[in-house]
């Protein structure tokens, strides 16, 4: 079964840059998956960020792709989020997912990132 | 930016059926993509529901889940509402203009 995992900070300052890990397990991050970052401003519905492919592929939503980067690493079966620029806006849970084929199955628990001086 | 409209709430007895629904456009459900649904507790990450071409349901979802598909928009019905199915759901489909995912509004069911 595999098993998303987040980490990272949980406060940035604004103009910052917030930085996510998704740790993946039980399960290879090079099988036929895009792996996906969704977020969720307190108390407001799911926004979509970007995804990636084993082969370093990237798709973004056009609202956040000036300021995002997703990137991965095989070797640790690991993908991470680097989002610049930040204002309170950003504040939200941050998720990583697996994208099978266009729905995302498997999610992990989510990480709560305020952004605040 | 949710491109996908659903009502900010609904609510049934215990045992009713009610249903959901979720509005898009011509690059999105419109344009033939399927429709997806979840399920969030409170403080929980969403659990998917719905999925594929035919409206599966992953191992573990009641049967009372059943979703469909007309035009631009979808519905998900909920049967015999129990308790326990108090919580936020969300639509998932794929927009040809964004070239990604997009989400619904959500939608908070309240048992009464």
């Known amino acids: 079964q595999v098993q998303l995992q987040e980490s990272g900070p949980g406060l940035v300052k604004p103009s910052g840059t917030l930085s996510l890990t998704c740790a993946v397990s039980?399960?290879?991050?090079?099988?036929?998956?895009?792996w996906s970052w969704v977020r969720q401003p307190p108390g407001k519905g799911l926004e979509w960020i970007g995804e990636?492919?084993?082969?370093?592929?990237?798709s973004y939503n056009p609202s956040l792709k000036s300021r995002v980067t997703i990137s991965i690493d095989k070797s640790k079966n690991q993908f991470s989020l680097r989002l610049t620029s930040v204002t309170a806006a950003d504040t939200a849970v941050y998720y990583c997912?697996?994208?099978?084929?266009?729905?995302?199955?498997?999610w992990g628990p989510g990480t709560l990132v305020t952004v605040s001086s | 930016q949710s491109v996908l409209t659903q009502p900010p709430s609904v609510s049934g007895a215990p045992g009713q059926r009610i249903t959901i629904s979720c509005t898009g456009s011509s690059s999105n459900i419109g344009a033939g993509y399927d429709v997806y649904w979840y399920q969030q507790l409170p403080g929980t990450a969403p659990k998917l529901l719905i999925y594929?071409?035919?409206?599966d349901r992953p191992s573990g979802v009641p049967d009372r889940f059943s979703g469909s598909k007309s035009g631009t928009s979808a519905s998900l019905a909920i049967t015999g509402l129990q308790a326990e199915d108090e919580a936020d759901y969300y639509c998932?489909?794929?927009?040809?203009?964004?070239?990604?995912?997009?989400f619904g509004t959500g939608t908070k069911v309240t048992v009464l």
């Open positions: 039980g399960g290879s991050i090079s099988s036929s998956n895009w």
């Open positions: 997912a697996r994208l099978q084929h266009s729905w995302f199955d498997r």
């Open positions: 998932q489909s794929y927009d040809s203009f964004l070239s990604g995912s997009v």
């Open positions: 594929g071409s035919n409206s």
């Open positions: 990636i492919y084993h082969t370093g592929s990237t």
